[in-house]
């Protein structure tokens, strides 16, 4: 590792991802020591997870890029500078939102009744939608699994009829008497 490491394009993910493959290649690790290294940095990153990363197209998640990052041996401000490459991928960069809005206050005309406590109106971001956590479907078919064993062995020990009480109720009538 002699050279500097590549940096983040904020382009587009192709090219992002494409900068993860330098990115690797100048680390000169392997997937398995790469797993080893994310462990070591306090990040979960399978070697499996870290190949499929690579041989996509497609944005990887936040933390894949960071523990990938980490992993290759990037710290501190370079690091970030992979995360925000990321973010402005994936959500459009901070910077041109922020200047749209100021461009936009500042062409707004002034009222004349304002006051001295007016508080200028933050940056517009949008609020980006997190899917709630689901259960596992392998968790889930467990469930049901367990839930349909307990179903039949309770109909089977009923229809066996091992739930009943086993006295025998003898009832003399006017036809078993005679008998």
């Not at 992979?82 to 960069?93: N, S």
């Amino acid at each position: 590792m002699t050279t500097a490491p590549p940096t983040p394009p904020d382009s587009d993910a192709a090219a992002f991802v494409a900068a993860l493959r330098r990115l690797k290649a100048w680390s000169g690790l392997s997937y398995r020591r790469l797993e080893r290294e994310a462990a070591d940095a306090g990040h979960c990153l399978p070697y499996s997870t870290a190949a499929t990363m690579l041989g996509r197209e497609r944005l990887p998640r936040e933390e894949l890029v960071a523990a990938f990052v980490a992993a290759c041996g990037i710290r501190g401000d370079a690091a970030e500078a992979w995360l925000d490459a990321r973010t402005d991928i994936a959500c459009g960069p901070a910077s041109a939102s922020a200047s749209a809005s100021a461009s936009a206050s500042a062409s707004a005309p002034a009222s004349a009744d304002t006051t001295s406590t007016d508080i200028a109106p933050a940056a517009v971001v949008p609020a980006v939608v997190v899917p709630a956590r689901t259960r596992p479907r392998r968790l889930r078919w467990t469930l049901v699994g367990v839930a349909a064993l307990v179903t039949a062995l309770l109909g089977g020990t009923t229809a066996s009829g091992a739930l009943t009480d086993d006295e025998e109720v003898v009832r003399e009538t006017s036809t078993s008497a005679r008998l």
